[in-house]
């Protein structure tokens, strides 16, 4: 008698991966189910060719088999053999993520003038996480909110009032998310001139004083004008001329004084104008008599010249 033994159809089954994607260093097990024969798994690149027996790992010949750490996508297939018959094929994908890298987020502008917007941008190697924000750079980070481009490497902000802090969320795949460095965008105030006022003024010539500005918000430049509308200049002489209060030099003419007030990013603003009249310098001039001498009881005129005159005249006996 001849025993006729008779293997059944290889059947490849199923094959399956645990995980997928996975981060690149990390490691996943690769499963066939529904197959008949004995198994040996394989891998390959690109899931055409370069069919090799798998290394590394464990479990190359069980229904189960567990990868070495990956750092690229990999192909996997059991080869599943009955006995006799021809060899089947199972294939399936280990989709590997490269590691998510942050990147470096920059601002477009900074400092921008409060109610103005910038963009914000992430150099990065891989990305799908939208930007976030918060107020101080350290904590209550949250995803933005208006503006535009929340999800790709430029976001525009909206308008801001404050300064707000930016990074960017970037996540691989499967792998864990990685921040960008932070972006600060800086929000200066608007600029507010105040109000200049002038300590004295009238003054006589070859006198100084001081002229002050409050009520201004940003740094501030002195500047002068013979005539309060024309020929504004940076003022020259006296002291103070980038502080609240300017101590002007001695002065022979009447000036006007304004201050310049930057705040920041912002457009200047101009303070109130203060005037220093200057006075001339007072002039006694030349008295006469037009008659002299005169009889008692008479009377007669005293005249004067002279170039400034402000006082009575005064008598002596």
Same mark, same amino acid.
């Given at each position: ?20 994607? *996975? ?15 004995? *198994?040996?798994? &394989? &891998?390959s690149p690109d899931g055409t060719s370069g069919w090799a027996n798998v290394t590394g ?30 060899? @089947?094929?199972?294939?399936? @994908? ?17 400092? *921008? ?37 929340? $999800? ?29 460095? $932070? ?11 105040? $109000?200049?006022?002038?300590? @004295?003024?009238?003054?006589?010539? %070859?006198?100084? /004083? ?7 918000? %940003?740094?501030?430049?002195? &500047? ?11 003022? /020259? ?26 705040? %920041?990013?912002c457009t200047s603003a101009n303070s109130t104008t203060a005037a220093v009249l200057v006075?001339?310098?007072?002039? %006694? ?29 005064? @008598? *002596?006996?």
């Amino acid at each position: 008698m001849v025993t006729v033994v008779v293997s059944p159809t290889s059947v490849g089954g199923t094959a399956t991966a645990t995980a997928s994607p *996975i981060c690149s260093g990390s490691s996943t097990t690769v499963n066939v189910s529904g197959n008949t024969g004995t *198994i040996q798994w &394989q &891998q390959s690149p690109d899931g055409t060719s370069g069919w090799a027996n798998v290394t590394g790992g464990s479990g190359s010949t069980s229904a189960q088999y567990s990868t070495p750490n990956l750092s690229l996508t990999t192909y996997y297939r059991a080869v599943v053999t009955s006995g006799a018959c021809t060899s @089947a094929n199972s294939t399936t @994908a280990v989709l590997v993520s490269p590691i998510s890298v942050g990147g470096t987020a920059t601002a477009t502008a900074s400092p *921008i003038c409060s109610g103005s917007s910038t963009t914000v941008n992430v150099k990065w190697k891989y990305w799908n996480n939208p930007m976030a924000a918060i107020p101080d750079g350290t904590s209550g980070w949250a995803n933005v909110t208006g503006g535009s481009g929340s $999800t790709s490497a430029q976001y525009s902000t909206p308008n801001l009032s404050l300064t707000t802090y930016y990074r960017a969320v970037v996540t691989s795949g499967a792998c864990t998310s990685a921040n960008s460095t $932070t972006a600060a965008v800086l929000v200066s105030p608007i600029s507010v001139g105040g $109000t200049a006022t002038a300590t @004295a003024s009238p003054i006589c010539s %070859g006198s100084s /004083t001081t002229v002050n500005v409050s009520g201004n918000t %940003g740094t501030i430049q002195w &500047q002068q004008s013979p005539d309060g509308t024309s020929g504004w200049a940076n003022v /020259t002489g006296g002291s103070g001329s980038t502080s609240a209060q300017y101590s002007t030099p001695n002065l022979s003419l009447t000036t006007y004084y304004r201050a310049v007030v930057t705040s %920041g990013a912002c457009t200047s603003a101009n303070s109130t104008t203060a005037a220093v009249l200057v006075s001339p310098i007072s002039v %006694g001039g030349t008295a006469t008599a037009t008659a002299s001498p005169i009889c008692s009881g008479s009377s007669t005129t005293v005249n004067v010249r002279w170039k400034y005159w402000n006082n009575p005249m005064a @008598a *002596i006996p």
